[in-house]
């Protein structure tokens, strides 16, 4: 067993959906994977999802782990969006059309960050006390957090069309 996941969804009204995915990886504490809201009836045909999400960024950014159709991520995805994928808190808008009877969808996404920041190394510094012995020293720094500006967020646009060629058979091209 990989991962137990517990998928909480429902409508909320006409027109909205709430979902809640929490995740316990095998080894690792129980934790939200995704929680959002999606408004699916706004004016323009526009819907709009807000939270902790995955947003749509390639094929299998919006994959579940447990859902791929093989055992692990594929190494470029895990080498380029991470071991979790991209996932982080903010919100996506969508519309999805169909000229000449192609499936378009276009997407973009205005998110916090692109996952968990890095964990730095505490500074510390050296002192000799009064019997010549040398100690490390943790230096507590206090962090004063810069406001944030636009470009200090992450933007993930997709564009995507799809056809069905038979029954059977369909194509999809998309970019990222």
Known sequence: LRELELAIQSEVDPYARADIFIAKPDGEAVEIEEGYVTFHALPGRLQL????????FGRLNLVHHHEFPQVDAPLVVESFLGEEGLNS????????????????????????DLGP????????????????????????????????????????????????????????????
């Not at 903010?90 to 973009?108: D, H, K, M, N, Q």
């Not at 507590?140 to 200090?152: A, M, Q, T, V």
């Open 89 to 112: 808190v903010g919100a996506e808008a969508s519309r999805i059309f169909a000229p000449l009877g192609l499936f378009t969808e276009l997407s973009y996404a205005f998110l916090q």
């Open 117 to 176: 920041e890095e964990e730095k190394e505490p500074a510390t510094t050296t002192v000799t006390d009064t019997g010549g012995n040398r100690v490390t020293v943790r230096i507590h720094e206090e962090e004063k957090k810069p406001s944030r500006r636009l470009r200090d967020f992450a933007h993930v646009a997709r564009a995507r069309v799809y056809r069905d060629l038979t029954d059977a058979a369909n194509v999809e091209a998309g970019l990222s």
């Open 49 to 56: 999802r807000g939270g902790k999400l995955k947003p749509s």
